[in-house]
């Protein structure tokens, strides 16, 4: 296998990178895994990436792994595509916070996902802990709807939409977005780049969830 290949479970986290590459324009090779079966703790990925999970990408002779490396990496070595404020630009801080935030967010989603959909003994789960993290991740959204000001996070697209562009299509499941205007519309000029359009179609169907949504449960 030569040229860039990403390592990939569907819609997970390296999403970001699959709809980045789009943005970007560079083409790649794809090895999908399945996060039910195994299948990432063997073969070639716990060699490339230390916990042996997605995302790892092969580009420009090396392996890279952790979506927001990646993000940044790509956009800071592909500067003509302007998806990053170099050192020195007024919105350089603002960017990192965001592509940060976004990582702050999606290990609430991830922690929800663990507690909702992969634990193989439902009983297991903690209608406690489950309450406590679903209110934190509406915590982050409410905190970014308030912040969120024009079309993107900066004062154009950029590699911190990519990273907070996935959780707002994760969160859903948990979160309803009924309360958050200016992010539903934010999302809804996310999933209409040309970009993310291609990134889904290669992405596929999401093997996660099994409803829409996945109401609180009750304390206990």
């Known amino acids: 296998m030569s ?10 986290r390296s999403f970001r990178v699959l709809w980045l ?6 083409e790649r090779q794809i090895v999908d895994y399945d996060i039910r079966d195994g299948s990432m703790r063997k073969g070639a990925l716990p060699g490339m990436s230390p916990a042996a999970r997605v995302p790892a990408l092969e580009i420009d002779g ?10 940044e990496y790509l956009c800071e070595t592909r500067r003509e595509a302007g998806l990053a404020p170099m050192p020195g630009d007024p919105e350089r801080a603002e960017y990192l916070q965001w592509v940060h935030y976004a990582e702050t967010m999606g290990t609430l989603v991830e922690q929800l996902n663990i507690n909702r959909i992969f634990l193989r003994d439902p009983a297991q789960a903690s209608a406690t802990v489950i309450r406590l993290t679903t209110a934190r991740l509406r915590a982050t959204l409410m905190g970014m709807e308030a912040r969120l000001q024009g079309d993107w996070l900066l004062s ?28 539903s519309e934010y999302r809804e000029r996310l999933s209409a780049r040309p970009a993310f359009v291609r990134a889904r179609e290669v992405d596929g169907q999401q093997r996660f969830y099994d409803r829409d949504f996945y109401p609180l449960p009750e304390a206990t």
């Not at 590459?21 to 560079?26: A, Q, T």
């Not at 090396?62 to 993000?71: H, K, P, Q």
């Open 156 to 183: 154009g697209f950029s590699g911190a939409d990519v990273m907070m562009g996935f959780n707002l299509f994760a969160a859903p499941y948990f979160v309803k977005f009924d309360e958050f205007p200016k992010l």
């Open 21 to 26: 590459l789009e943005e970007l324009g560079i």
């Open 3 to 12: 040229g860039v290949v990403l390592h990939h479970v569907p819609f997970s």
């Open 62 to 71: 090396m392996t890279l792994f952790e979506s927001g490396a990646i993000v």
